[in-house]
């Protein structure tokens, strides 16, 4: 098909759909299959948005035509026109010649001239045929590296490029010949996916959430996939031109980070009080005077950079008005003295700011009303568990609870009817009735003028305010379709229209100050594009990983330190070059969802156990984060963890490899970090249990420990044996 690379697709003449795909002369057969969901009722979700129920789905796709060649002058393309009862499915292969996966599939759907016309999902399946010993990677998800197909659970859910805890969601499945890589990769619908062993292989399914209605004249048309055989290629080798990968797909991340932002440590706070289940509530700080009054402290940990979530409990993670300063944060007069107090000090503040929609009384009563006679209502007293568990049922329980939690603070601050719904009714989210839609908010929509309105109240906050950026909380919460008149033909494209206004704000904001800070919630790489710092979601149910299933657990599970640095070098490694990961292990986030008693990570591992992992969190080369109260029994230790980040420019500027530097002892993490001549080694045993082993240091030494604690050595040389406490760490400093 191509001069520059030898690779073929196999395509069946009954269905025109693939068999097989050819590189070299290696020949892997695969099945590439399309299910289109069509028409059914909307109605409001569990947990809002909108649901289907009654809709079809239309399967088979049958070749109407013979496949047919052309040429663009840059690629060389297939195509193929089938038929999906009674839809035409034009699909076309292109091959691309520079570095990167091979293959990208182009899709144009065209709806039939009489029946349904409305799109609710198209479902992508890719499954090739694999030996139970060929070995799947999926960097970022929740799975342990290096698993074989056999050893795989039932079913795993991965997050899409643009999702919240999302990574790359890119495949590899390498076998003794070849490592193929299967990418759902698509810049304009969220979707989901899952990962399935079946029989002779596995199955990997993409529901793009596609979403639409197209006249008959008209098509809807996606790219959702690409695809890649590397014959005589292991996973490592990959993993070393993916860079380039991501420059082919034109996909990368700002190369201008604040200066200031590698060594950062965040410290969250909240003005104002939380409330939860069973009558408990919390407040850090009541008010702007008492966060003021307690940043010797803050300082004195290490923590360098104050994030300010909006006030509690109203507005909460809404908004109010859109650019309001004194109702979401503080009086802007005493909001800019602690800008003041903060840049005195040499600490930056950025704003916790929110996009996905306003809070009125109508909007929390229809969410209020959807979770008392809703199916989680009887579980609402009982059910416990952790704010990120892997199979994901806890969440819409807490989710509920909290609404409750929350909805008579809420009515009493918010509007009745908020007036932005007769000001700028095409802004928000509607049903097809033209209900405004949304999960708790009056959901708006940032592909429309909205945008415009939320970019200038971003740059007038950091003129008038002083502030030095922002985090963006839940970009893509609104994940459904869009069905007002002015969106319709495509409904979905609302759900990742942050990305455009992203693209639009972050030049806006660096013309006035080229060290402002953009950082969002989702991890995705999507959202990695505009932004300098994205947060660590697809990390967090690592924690119960290791400490609670140790190195007993299902072999799908990441048990060990050595299993979390093979997890993180190849996340990092399929990351667009330049991403940088806020870590933290104490958020809002996770202390908001669980009941009380189980909020801190300490009460739900123990104090010892959250103290390494928050030193892995701390070390591992990016900005740390935590929730005002997580310091809670690590007042002695962070300021030690924070010193050494700031006088090691490795665990800052360097770049950090996760390699095994202790091979006798599975339990311990290890990441060697490099800055010019100075190399810095961080071992944290992650086991309840002392552990030894030689440590493999890439310089003989002698390397000083660097925290300075009593029982460790205070130097080590290449091929010493080393012995770590239960929980235990060590910084090896070399020369």
Not at 649 to 664: H, K, N, Q, Y
Not at 677 to 706: C, I, Q
Not at 718 to 725: A, I, K, R, S
């Amino acid at each position: 098909m191509n001069r520059a690379r030898d690779v073929a697709l196999t395509l069946d003449d009954t269905t025109g759909c693939p068999t097989s795909l050819r590189s070299g002369d290696v020949e892997l057969d695969l099945a590439v299959t399309l299910d289109l969901v069509v028409g059914g009722v909307e109605e409001r979700g569990v947990q809002g948005g909108l649901h289907y129920r009654d809709t079809t789905t239309l399967t088979g796709t049958t070749a109407t035509a013979p496949a047919r060649r052309r040429s663009t002058g840059l690629d060389d393309q297939v195509v193929v026109t089938t038929d999906l009862q009674g839809w035409t499915v034009e699909w076309t292969w292109t091959l691309h010649p520079s570095e990167g996966p091979a293959l990208g599939l182009g899709l144009i759907l065209t709806p039939p001239t009489t029946g349904e016309r409305v799109l609710r999902d198209l479902i992508v399946r890719v499954t090739p045929q694999l030996p139970d010993d060929a070995v799947v990677h999926v960097p970022g998800a929740q799975l342990r590296p290096s698993l074989e197909v056999r050893d795989l659970p039932a079913v795993v859910q991965v997050a899409s490029a643009g999702g919240v805890p999302g990574s790359s969601a890119l495949f590899g499945f390498e076998t003794e010949g070849a490592t193929m890589v299967v990418w759902p990769f698509c810049r304009t619908e969220l979707g989901s996916i899952t990962l399935s062993p079946v029989t002779g292989g596995c199955e990997v399914t993409y529901a793009t959430s596609l979403a639409g209605e197209a006249a008959p004249d008209e098509s809807l048309e996606i790219e959702p996939l690409l695809l890649h055989l590397a014959p005589h290629t292991g996973w490592d080798d990959l993993l070393d031109v993916m860079p380039q990968w991501y420059a082919g797909l034109a996909l990368t991340t700002p190369q201008s980070p604040p200066p200031w932002l590698r060594a950062a440590s965040i410290f969250e706070v909240q003005l104002g009080t939380s409330l939860f289940w069973g009558g408990h509530s919390y407040t850090a700080y009541p008010d702007v005077a008492a966060l003021r009054a307690d940043l010797d402290r803050v300082q004195q940990l290490g923590f360098d950079v104050i994030q300010l979530m909006p006030r509690q409990p109203y507005p909460s993670y809404n908004l109010h008005e859109v650019g309001d300063v004194d109702t979401s944060y503080a009086p802007a007069d005493e909001l800019r003295a602690l800008v003041d107090d903060c840049h005195a000090r040499g600490m930056h503040i950025i704003l916790d700011i929110l996009m996905h929609g306003v809070l009125d009384n109508e909007s929390i009563d229809e969410a209020a009303v959807g979770v008392r006679g809703g199916p989680l209502a009887a579980s609402l007293e009982t059910l416990r568990g952790q704010a990120f568990d892997e199979e994901g049922v806890f969440y819409p329980v807490a989710w509920s609870r909290h609404i409750l939690d929350f909805e008579q603070a809420w009515k009493q601050g918010s509007p009745v009817h908020h007036h932005l719904l007769e000001e700028h009714p095409d802004w928000f989210f509607r049903a097809s009735d033209g209900h405004v839609t949304g999960i708790y908010t009056k959901a708006l929509d940032a592909r429309t003028g909205f945008a415009d309105a939320f970019i200038d109240a971003c740059c007038a906050m950091v003129e008038t305010l002083g502030i030095d950026g922002f985090r963006f909380d839940a970009p893509t919460y609104n994940d459904f379709p869009n069905w007002s008149p002015e969106t319709r033909h495509r409904a979905s494209a609302s759900q990742l229209a942050c990305t455009s206004l992203f693209r639009r704000l972050r030049p806006r904001l660096r013309a006035i100050r080229d060290d402002v800070l953009l950082y969002t919630e989702p991890s995705g790489v999507l959202l990695r594009e505009s932004m300098d710092l994205n947060y660590n979601y697809d990390e967090q149910w690592l924690l119960a990983s290791i400490v609670l299933d140790s190195e007993h657990g299902a072999a799908h599970r990441v048990r060990t330190g050595h299993d979390l640095v093979a997890w993180y070098h190849d996340r990092d490694a399929a990351l667009p070059p330049g991403s940088l990961t806020a870590h933290h292990i104490d958020s809002h986030d996770t202390f908001w969802w669980p009941l009380w008693g189980d909020k801190w990570r300490r009460e739900q591992f123990g104090l010892p156990a959250t103290r390494a992992i928050a030193t892995v969190n701390l070390l591992l080369g990016s900005p740390y984060m935590m929730f005002v109260g997580g310091e809670v029994g690590l007042e002695d230790w962070l300021p030690v963890i924070n010193r050494l980040k700031r006088e090691h420019a490795a665990l800052s500027e360097g770049r950090p490899d996760f390699i095994v530097l202790a091979p006798d002892a599975p339990s311990l993490f290890s990441v060697l970090h490099h800055h010019a001549d100075e190399p810095v080694a961080v071992l944290v045993n992650l086991s309840d249990r002392p552990a030894t082993s030689r440590v493999v240091l890439p310089e003989p030494g002698p390397w000083h420990e660097a925290t300075g604690q009593d029982g460790l050595p205070s130097q080590v040389t290449d091929g010493d044996e080393v012995t770590l406490p239960a929980w235990g760490a060590m910084v090896l400093a070399g020369s």
